[in-house]
């Protein structure tokens, strides 16, 4: 009896309660298996990110490639992706072309002046949906946020008909005052100081210091990431505003790079070479600002208030 007994713990003593006897390095065999599955599935998902990836850079790929062809070059069919001969002076010709250098210092003067104002603006009206109680409070943020879903082709005619009369047409100052306050930038800011704790402002109001003080002392210091995507995303946006500046500017002198390209975009022809050259020019300043606000962009999206 006590044979039997014997063998049967040593015929059981390598098999554990999932089943299966464990491998050299202690897996068992289903372990292995998902560990597997995990492994390919990861691949799999990789993979379909690199084509996803390729698949949106390939636009700019052929955008960088024509910048140094001959405009005859530019639509062949099929796409030509290494030219027969580089013309590199496309990048010199340019700015003799037309005033380049202008339209690019008006576009970073409209992109930073509007992105103060609004990340300025934005924080503080944020701070006073989401830390001051007052009647209407929630009324009056819904209200004002559900002006985004209004399109912007509504109310055209009516504010081009405020800044004529106001004498503002032809000039930066209408664009400044009409981008310097965005409902968007409000609740991107509004829900992220949703997340900084209250008894922060309540300890600091405790020792006297005000709501202003409160906002620009406390609030301010733990809503870098957040005001870093608002800048980062407002910046792009004016950046390549088209409509804007098409309707107020009618000065040369007043041009935005975006207006500078429609120069290159004749009644007979185009000059398609210098269009794409001018375009990798326009997008070189918003991925050196986006490169420098990579981390603090997605550390405001993925994080709270509090580290």
């Known amino acids: ?40 599935g990861r691949a799999l998902l990789y993979a379909v990110l690199t084509v996803l990836s390729a698949a949106i850079l390939v636009p700019f790929a052929w955008m960088l490639v024509s910048s140094v062809k001959l405009d005859a070059e530019v639509f062949t069919v099929p796409i030509q992706w290494i030219p027969r001969s580089f013309h590199w002076e496309n ?12 339209y690019l210092g008006n576009s970073l003067f409209l992109s930073v002046v509007i992105t103060f104002l609004q990340v300025l603006t934005g924080s503080f009206a944020a701070y ?13 943020f819904l209200a004002y946020i559900a002006t985004i879903a209004v399109p912007w082709q509504a109310y055209m005619v009516p504010q081009y008909i405020i800044m004529q ?12 005052l009409l981008q310097a306050f965005g409902a968007f930038g ?18 600091a109001r405790l020792d006297g210091l005000s709501e202003y003080g409160i906002w620009a002392r406390i609030i301010l210091p733990l809503s870098k990431p ?7 995303l407002t910046f792009v946006l004016t950046w390549n505003d088209y409509m804007g500046p098409f309707i107020y500017l009618t000065d040369n002198d007043l041009w935005t790079v975006q207006l500078g390209l429609r120069s290159f975009v004749g009644v007979y022809d185009s000059q398609y070479a210098m ?11 918003i991925l050196l600002v986006f490169l420098l606000g990579q981390r603090h962009f997605v550390q405001g999206i993925a994080t709270s208030g509090l580290k």
């Open 1 to 40: 009896m006590n044979t039997t007994v014997l063998r049967k713990d040593s015929a059981t003593a390598g098999t554990r309660p999932g089943g299966g006897t464990p491998d050299r390095d202690g897996t068992l065999p289903h372990q292995g298996g998902a560990r597997a599955r995990r492994v390919v």
């Open 165 to 176: 009369r106001l004498g503002l047409v032809d000039t930066h100052l209408s664009l400044i």
């Open 275 to 285: 269009i794409m050259t001018g375009s990798v020019l326009s997008v070189l300043p």
């Open 128 to 140: 006073g949906f989401a830390k001051i109680r007052f009647p209407g409070r929630d009324a009056l």
């Open 226 to 232: 957040a005001l870093a995507s608002l800048a980062l």
């Open 186 to 203: 409000v609740f991107l800011m509004r829900q992220y100081y949703l997340t900084i704790p209250e008894e922060l402002s309540e300890a």
């Open 91 to 102: 990048y010199t010709d340019i700015w003799t072309e037309i005033p380049m250098l202008t």
